[in-house]
């Protein structure tokens, strides 16, 4: 089952190291601002490219507000994934909870 989490579960669980963070957002989106140390794999791709993509467990799925997240968790679940997470609310929440947002177009 999915889990979803607020802006300070999501912060406390990239704390312990043991999940990463992938933001289904398009790369326009993704320049904008997007969690320290998170992925970019845009949606589409990550539809098609699922097996590749998604290579462990203990997943954070972040969108700019928790509707295309939440369809890839579903999709991370469907492959088998068992610690898959949906950022509720997104980087609009993680940004209005105050917490920092990176702007580096070389990370995508």
């Given at each position: 089952?999915?889990?979803?989490?607020?802006?300070?579960?999501?912060?406390?669980?990239?704390?312990?190291?043991?999940?990463?963070?992938?933001?289904?957002?398009e790369?326009?989106?993704?320049?904008?601002g997007?969690?320290?140390?998170?992925?970019?794999?845009?949606?589409?791709?990550?539809?098609?490219?699922?097996?590749?993509?998604?290579?462990?467990?203990?997943?954070?799925?972040?969108?700019?507000?928790?509707?295309?997240?939440?369809?890839?968790?579903?999709?991370?679940?469907?492959?088998?994934?068992?610690?898959?997470?949906?950022?509720?609310?997104?980087?609009?929440?993680?940004?209005?909870?105050?917490?920092?947002?990176?702007?580096?177009?070389?990370?995508?």
């Amino acid at each position: 089952m999915v889990q979803q989490v607020t802006v300070q579960q999501a912060k406390d669980l990239i704390a312990t190291g043991d999940v990463e963070v992938i933001d289904v957002r398009e790369p326009s989106e993704w320049a904008g601002g997007h969690l320290p140390g998170a992925r970019l794999v845009p949606l589409g791709q990550l539809r098609t490219e699922a097996k590749a993509t998604l290579v462990r467990d203990g997943l954070i799925f972040v969108c700019a507000a928790g509707i295309r997240s939440q369809t890839a968790a579903r999709i991370a679940e469907s492959h088998g994934l068992t610690r898959v997470f949906n950022l509720t609310g997104g980087t609009q929440s993680w940004a209005k909870a105050g917490f920092p947002l990176i702007r580096d177009l070389t990370a995508a």
